[in-house]
Structure formats: C-alpha cells, structure tokens
T-cell receptor, first 114, second 110 residues
Framework: EAGVTQFPSHSVIEKGQTVTLRCDPISGHDNLYWYRRVMGKEIKFLLHFVKESKQDESGMPNNRFLAERTGGTYSTLKVQPAELEDSGVYFC????????????FGEGSRLTVL | KQEVTQIPAALSVPEGENLVLNCSFTDSAIYNLQWFRQDPGKGLTSLLLIQSSQREQTSGRLNASLDKSSGRSTLYIAASQPGDSATYLCAVRGNYQLIWGAGTKLIIKP
C-alpha cells in the first residue's frame, strides 16, 4: 500500500512567485493535515481537512496560503505570492477517521524562497 | 495552551549504550502521544503511538512510556546502533492538531 506522497520534494522560487505543493494521502484516509517546519523552529500545524471540508485552518499564517482538497482525495497548498519567511519544509499527513488514529507523514516538500 | 519540551536537545553516545529521551507536556488532556524519527533531509517516520489509556508501547529495541498525570513520556532505545542516529520528535494530540517538541538530535558513535 502506498504511503503519503508529496510533490515536489524541493522547490526553489523567487520572492513574489507562486508555488503549489501537492499531497496524496493514503487511500481511504478521511483526515488530511498540513504542517510546516521553518528553520530552527518546531513543526507547526497549518490546517486539517476531513474529506473535502476544511475542519480547522487556524494555523494558516495569512491569506497568501490557500489549501484545497478536491473530491476528498489529494490536496494542494498554494503560496501566492511567496515571501522569504515562507521557506521551510511542508509536511502532509493523513489518518483514518477519528482522533486516536496514527498519523502517517509524507517525505515533505522543501520550499526555498530567494 | 499545550507546550511540549524535549530534553536533551542533542545527545551523543557510543554504540551499544542504552539511552533515554525525554518529552514533557503541560496539558494532560491528550488523546495520544506519538514518537517520530527524522533523518536529515527526509520525512517523518512514526515510531510508536501511545494512546492516553496506555502506559507503554514497544517496538523492537524501542520502548515508549507515558505518564499522563505528570505530563511525561520517555523513549528508551536499547543497545544503540549507528543507524539510530537521527532527530527524534515527540508530538501530543489534544484535538486534531499535533503539538510538537523541538526534537532531540541523537548521534551514535561507532
């Protein structure tokens, strides 16, 4: 069974450009999460989908970030326009329904904004 | 507000030693606690998941304990090997979000 996959693994863009990160969760997992680790800081929650609905987006830093989950399958996270402080590693995770399930993480997408 | 602390921030030990990594959290109202491993430039690998009703979980040479009332968890690694070198992170779940510690960077010297 395939795990959580993320694309691209690394993206280098200039300030002001747009980047879209994609996450394919484990098949059948209703819960999908985005997390981010900025250099030198702890991993922080960004948002949570249950199927196609945003359950909690309290961690999204500002309106330059837009997340979608079309049809309750894969998810995209768009940053537009990117700023220097957006650099970091963006992790996606998925889990079965409920609060007690194990989270499975992807390899992460490293974003470098120059 | 939940806060998670991991001590030590870094640890270097000779191969073969048994070691303990510590994780503490401020709010005991959690659903579970998960230990992860991250290798440089790689993703997060789940090691052990302890539900709030459990006291410990074991997988191979790894044993994780949970004392919810005191807000503590430990990850015990037996007979350490150079391949255990990585950053170890703990994360607690009070709702749908995971709250993370900063990690312990472990180096096992051959």
């Amino acid at each position: 069974e395939a795990g959580v996959t993320q694309f691209p693994s690394h993206s280098v863009i200039e300030k002001g450009q747009t980047v879209t990160l994609r996450c394919d969760p484990i098949s059948g997992h209703d819960n999908l999460y985005w997390y981010r680790r900025v250099m030198g800081k702890e991993i922080k929650f960004l948002l949570h989908f249950v199927k196609e609905s945003k359950q909690d987006e309290s961690g999204m830093p500002n309106n330059r970030f837009l997340a979608e989950r079309t049809g309750g399958t894969y998810s995209t996270l768009k940053v537009q326009p990117a700023e220097l402080e957006d650099s970091g590693v963006y992790f996606c995770a998925s889990s079965w329904t409920g609060l007690t399930g194990e989270l499975f993480f992807g390899e992460g997408s490293r974003l470098t904004v120059l | 507000k939940q806060e998670v602390t991991q001590i030590p921030a870094a640890l270097s030990v000779p191969e073969g030693e048994n070691l303990v990594l510590n994780c503490s959290f401020t709010d005991s109202a959690i659903y579970n606690l998960q230990w992860f491993r991250q290798d440089p430039g790689k993703g997060l690998t789940s090691l052990l998941l302890i539900q709030s009703s459990q006291r410990e979980q074991t997988s191979g040479r790894l044993n994780a304990s949970l004392d919810k009332s005191s807000g503590r968890s430990t990850l015990y690694i037996a007979a350490s090997q150079p391949g255990d070198s990585a950053t170890y992170l703990c994360a607690v779940r009070g709702n749908y979000q995971l709250i993370w510690g900063a990690g312990t960077k472990l180096i096992i010297k051959p």
